[in-house]
């Protein structure tokens, strides 16, 4: 099985290249992240067309996260427990969607990005993740994935200049210590084996051609549990996605990441 996990940023806006993302990689099970839109609003007929089926969460033009499998999509839940909300009044975010497929649970995780370390945001960040984890704990007795943007960068190798970030989110030791709380728990990034740093990276900002330069960073990850890593037999990162001169349109500021499974 072919498992991806990409941040689209408006699958409206990429549904054609989703689709024929899906279909260059033979992609079985694609989570997507940042959506940006219910899921009446979403364009899926091309998507069912090419036999997967959808599971998507979203509200607004904010967040949104989202499952497409042609390996079966059974058992989805919308959130995870006691996930907490923001905003006023508070109200949980399309943060988290899972669901089974051939037989591994997937979930897509949209986590918050914490704006700066003395916002109320970034307070709602170390919450949410603590959150995940009280529950994550629980699925580590099965195939499990944990996918998606974590907006954590977890060493400083996952930084193109760890000094530029000194005062910012991503990189401070209260969200790394939250990051690695999972790999204690038994999780694995599976991914990373495959695609060593440093300068490997899953987003850059549109900023100032920074692809162009690879000033980016390593945020998004496939995190597994330990019958799931023992099945993994590759990884990378398509970065071509996220190269302005190699398809028509803007592309996402994130590229997808890539997990192969022996049956």
């Known amino acids: 099985m072919r498992l991806a996990t990409w941040n689209v940023n408006s699958l409206r806006s990429r549904i054609d290249r989703v689709e024929a993302f899906l279909q260059r990689h033979d ?9 940006k839109a219910r ?20 509200v607004s033009q904010w967040n949104g996260v989202a499952i497409i499998s042609r390996v079966g999509l059974e058992d989805v839940e919308v959130g995870f427990a006691d996930m907490p909300g923001y905003g006023e009044p508070l109200a949980p975010e399309a943060r988290a969607i899972g669901a ?11 986590v918050p990005n914490g704006r700066k370390p003395d916002d109320p945001h970034y307070v709602y960040k170390l919450d949410w993740l603590a959150r995940l984890r009280d529950a994550a704990q629980a699925w580590t007795d099965g195939p499990t994935a944990l996918v998606g943007d974590w907006n954590i960068a977890p060493t400083d190798e996952d930084v193109f200049d760890v000094k530029q970030f000194a005062k910012s989110t991503h990189v401070t030791p209260p969200e790394r210590a939250a990051f690695q709380r999972f790999l204690d728990d038994g999780y694995v990034d599976v991914v990373r084996p495959h695609t060593p740093g440093p300068d490997v990276y ?6 100032r051609q920074r692809f162009e330069r690879n000033r980016g960073l390593r945020i998004d990850f496939v995190l597994g549990s330990a019958s799931f890593a023992s099945r993994v037999t590759g990884a ?15 592309p996402s500021d994130h590229a997808p990441v890539v997990v192969d499974l022996a049956d």
């Open 27 to 35: 992609v079985d099970v694609l989570a997507l992240q940042e959506t």
């Open 202 to 207: 899953t987003y850059w900002d549109y900023y």
């Open 100 to 110: 089974t497929c051939g037989g591994v649970r997937v979930w897509s995780l949209y």
């Open 39 to 58: 899921e009446d609003q979403l364009p899926l007929m091309g998507l069912q067309s090419l036999g997967y089926e959808v599971a998507a969460a979203g």
């Open 236 to 250: 990378f990162i398509d970065t071509e996605e996220r190269d302005p001169a190699q398809f028509s349109g803007p």
